[in-house]
């Protein structure tokens, strides 16, 4: 799709703001009723999903042109997509994630990125990743001494992908491995990619580098199809969201699970034991990668028209990501199945989840931004008294781990796979 594609949607949004807010009906307090980390931080509306929409037509029309301030505006998006599902609470002929999209796209088309963007997409070309300074030589580092086996050469029940967060962070890497060291007493034959294994680049499109993203989505795409591998498992938010969703766009057609699915199934089949217990009461954060943008891919082909000139639709009927079939339940089925652990809910959870502050690339780019919204998120952490903020994505724990609530105070962050790791 092009901008002008969704200029109809531009003209009927009705500017009702469900775009800044959770539904109401979800609303437990003022303080945390806000879903828009960018609305809420610059507080303005341009910020939101509906000013971008009027952002987007004033630019097509030419009453404006892509200044420091307007390029600010639209790279700034989280693409965390709590607008989108909280506008189609009540329309359904929106699609506000999509447009943000579409509109850093144009704005990469046209030259207007950030001096931190260049360096980050530089690196994914050269090295294989989006995470600047870091060598493709150095990828697989975490793996040393695992004795994982190489999908393209040998057959495996599945293959495993780290991701880059994984991969490259030393304060990340045991995760990993404590992955590997679960599967294996589980009896389960996994294996990578072993030098085929590059970044996913979701983050890429998220930022509107999509020419990039394809480059590198096509490449792993074939690489998975020679391995001839049935399923590929995920500890990373960002890449399930984007095997699951965006590769399927592309073709993709192997089972896609995030670690907390197969280790959930691993469990109620009996083959993994949580026995030892772990005497903690936490609260669980839903990565938005994972949760609302967690849900799968459906192909679609039809076009819109109206009924009595009036109502919009779509024929046939369009498929409607609303995020209520994201990954929830798996998590705190775990999280419950470990003795001595608690779980206590934050306000905002599940579909209506705050983002961490690292979404569209904004960890790198706008840091203040990114670090008020992490902030934000441990101040509703803190206030249900939780003792530690647990969470399922490296990028949302290594955002966690560097905030502080609003009195100043921090909260011990924990990846799900620590959790069960203790437990076995």
């Not at 394809?214 to 074939?222: F, M």
């Not at 999280?335 to 905002?348: A, D, H």
Request: with cysteine; charged share 25%.
């Amino acid at each position: 799709m092009s901008l002008q594609d969704f200029r109809a949607m531009m003209e009927r949004c009705s500017n009702c703001s469900y775009c800044k807010w959770i539904p109401f009906d979800k609303m437990k307090s003022q303080r945390f009723a806000e879903n828009c980390p960018s609305s809420s931080y610059y507080n303005f509306n341009t910020y939101s999903a509906r000013g971008r929409f009027q952002l987007a037509q004033t630019l097509m029309d030419g009453r404006c042109d892509y200044s420091d301030t307007v390029t600010e505006v639209i790279h700034s998006c989280m693409a965390c997509g709590l607008c989108d599902v909280s506008c189609k609470v009540c329309r359904y002929n929106l699609e506000p994630l999509e447009h943000n999209i579409e509109l850093k796209v144009s704005a990469v088309e046209k030259g207007k990125i950030l001096p931190e963007q260049k360096v980050i997409i530089d690196n994914l070309k050269k090295q294989m990743t989006m995470l600047p300074g870091k060598t493709k030589v150095k990828r697989l580092d975490w793996m040393k001494d695992l004795d994982l086996k190489d999908i393209l050469k040998d057959k495996c029940d599945i293959a495993f992908f780290p991701g880059c967060k994984y991969s490259y962070d030393e304060n990340l890497q045991n995760v990993c491995r404590s992955v590997i060291d679960i599967f294996k007493k589980a009896g389960v034959i996994v294996g990578t990619l072993g030098k085929s294994d590059n970044c996913c680049a979701g983050r890429a499109l998220q930022m509107g580098f999509r020419e990039e993203y394809t480059k590198a989505a096509t490449a792993n795409i074939k690489a998975l199809e020679k391995s001839g591998v049935k399923t590929l498992v995920t500890p990373c938010s960002d890449c399930y969201h984007t095997f699951k969703r965006q590769y399927a766009k592309l073709g993709l057609k192997i089972q896609v699970l995030h670690t907390v699915e197969y280790l959930n199934t691993l469990i109620k089949e009996g083959k993994l034991k949580l026995t030892k217990e772990v005497p903690l009461t936490v609260t669980y954060h839903d990565p938005c990668h994972l949760g609302r943008l967690g849900e799968e891919y459906i192909p679609w082909e039809g076009k819109e028209k109206k009924i009595l000139n009036q109502v919009h639709t779509w024929e046939p009927r369009r498929p409607r990501y609303n995020g209520a079939y994201g990954i929830y339940d798996a998590p705190r089925e775990i999280i419950q199945s470990i003795p001595g652990v608690k779980l206590v809910e934050m306000e905002r959870i599940r579909e209506y989840s705050w983002c961490c502050g690292a979404g569209g690339g904004c960890s790198e780019t706008y840091h203040e931004f990114a670090s008020w919204t992490a902030n934000e998120r441990v101040t509703e952490a803190n206030s249900t008294g939780a003792d530690a903020l647990v969470t399922a994505c490296p990028w949302c724990e290594s955002s966690f781990s560097n905030a502080v609530d609003e009195n100043g105070k921090k909260i011990k962050v924990m990846d799900i796979i620590e959790l069960v790791q203790q437990a076995i």
